[in-house]
């Protein structure tokens, strides 16, 4: 899923998910005891497993509890799929973490290469 930020308008979080959705990214994840996991099946992925296609952050105009971050994510297995956490003051640690962890993996990478 790319996007050109440059021509398209920031929609809301449940646009961009339904767009993840229509273009194949339909999996759910969640981040459990530090590891992504894939809802339905309750497979787990260490961050050398996922890789970030595209992210999208929200800002609430007026409440900070408004912000939220978006990733649109591929395994190594080949699922495809969205989560998402508060961003800011509410977020989730954990989810932090792990996120942080495949950020670094995809810089190191991008810099191999």
Do not use: W
């Not at 979080?13 to 273009?23: F, G, Q, T, W």
């Not at 005891?33 to 952050?57: C, K, M, T």
């Not at 961003?87 to 962890?101: D, V």
Request: include cysteine.
């Amino acid at each position: 899923m790319k996007t050109d930020s440059a021509s398209v308008p920031m929609r809301s979080l449940s646009y961009c998910m339904e767009k993840a959705i229509e273009d194949g990214y339909s999996a759910n994840f969640q981040v459990v005891d530090g590891l992504l996991q894939h809802a339905d099946s309750g497979q787990s992925y260490e961050p050398e497993q996922v890789r970030i296609v595209n992210f999208f952050r929200f800002e609430g105009v007026s409440d900070p509890e408004d912000n939220s971050i978006l990733y649109i994510i591929e395994t190594n297995d080949g699922r495809k799929g969205t989560i998402s956490d508060a961003y800011g003051t509410y977020a989730s640690e954990e989810f932090g973490a792990f996120f942080t962890k495949v950020e670094d993996i995809q810089k190191k990478t991008a810099t191999e290469e």
